[in-house]
């Protein structure tokens, strides 16, 4: 096997491993944190593996993470047997009422922790910069990154 086939295998590994370990509901499902991984372990894994990210796969990437706890969430619904968390629970909420509620609370309680000390207002900017240097190298050009021999990513 080719060295960047094993750095892509080996990578995969552990990123299927922690994911699985994160999301599971049985383990705890933390939902935020898989949101998070799962699209940033896909971008890993493609400049490991040397693909290009195109605004396609990067629109596929950006909701794969929303895309698995979904899934993870009705799987725990229907199937109590995989453990009791808190996604299977909003979605019984959102087949019998009450989500409202519960979305309300997660939307104000997530604003309110942009306003908790003064950098934290500076990272939705960090994000959006990022995405648009991404989304246009030429544009945007980016030094780091080839320097640092991550240009795969770009």
């Given at each position: 096997?080719p060295?960047?086939?094993?750095?892509?295998?080996?990578?995969?590994?552990?990123?299927l491993?922690?994911?699985?370990?994160?999301?599971?509901?049985?383990?705890?499902?933390?939902?935020?944190?898989?949101?998070?991984?799962?699209?940033?372990?896909?971008?890993?894994?493609?400049?490991?593996?040397?693909?290009?990210?195109?605004?396609?796969?990067?629109?596929?990437?950006?909701?794969?993470?929303?895309?698995?706890?979904?899934?993870?969430?009705?799987?725990?619904?229907?199937?109590?047997?995989?453990?009791?968390?808190?996604?299977?629970?909003?979605?019984?909420?959102?087949?019998?009422?009450?989500?409202?509620?519960?979305?309300?609370?997660k939307?104000?309680?997530?604003?309110?922790?942009?306003?908790?000390?003064?950098?934290?207002?500076?990272?939705?900017?960090?994000?959006?910069?990022?995405?648009?240097?991404?989304?246009?190298?030429?544009?945007?050009?980016?030094?780091?990154?080839?320097?640092?021999?991550?240009?795969?990513?770009?």
């Amino acid at each position: 096997m080719p060295r960047p086939c094993r750095a892509v295998a080996a990578a995969g590994a552990v990123a299927l491993i922690t994911v699985v370990v994160a999301a599971w509901p049985g383990f705890g499902a933390k939902v935020g944190g898989t949101i998070a991984m799962v699209p940033g372990f896909l971008v890993l894994l493609g400049g490991l593996a040397g693909i290009r990210i195109t605004p396609r796969r990067g629109a596929v990437i950006a909701v794969s993470g929303i895309v698995l706890i979904a899934v993870l969430a009705v799987l725990n619904y229907l199937v109590p047997a995989t453990g009791a968390s808190d996604i299977g629970a909003f979605v019984g909420h959102v087949l019998h009422g009450g989500a409202a509620a519960i979305l309300r609370r997660k939307i104000t309680t997530n604003v309110s922790s942009l306003t908790e000390n003064w950098a934290t207002p500076i990272i939705p900017l960090v994000v959006i910069v990022t995405g648009l240097m991404l989304a246009w190298p030429e544009r945007l050009p980016q030094r780091l990154l080839p320097a640092l021999g991550l240009s795969g990513l770009l």
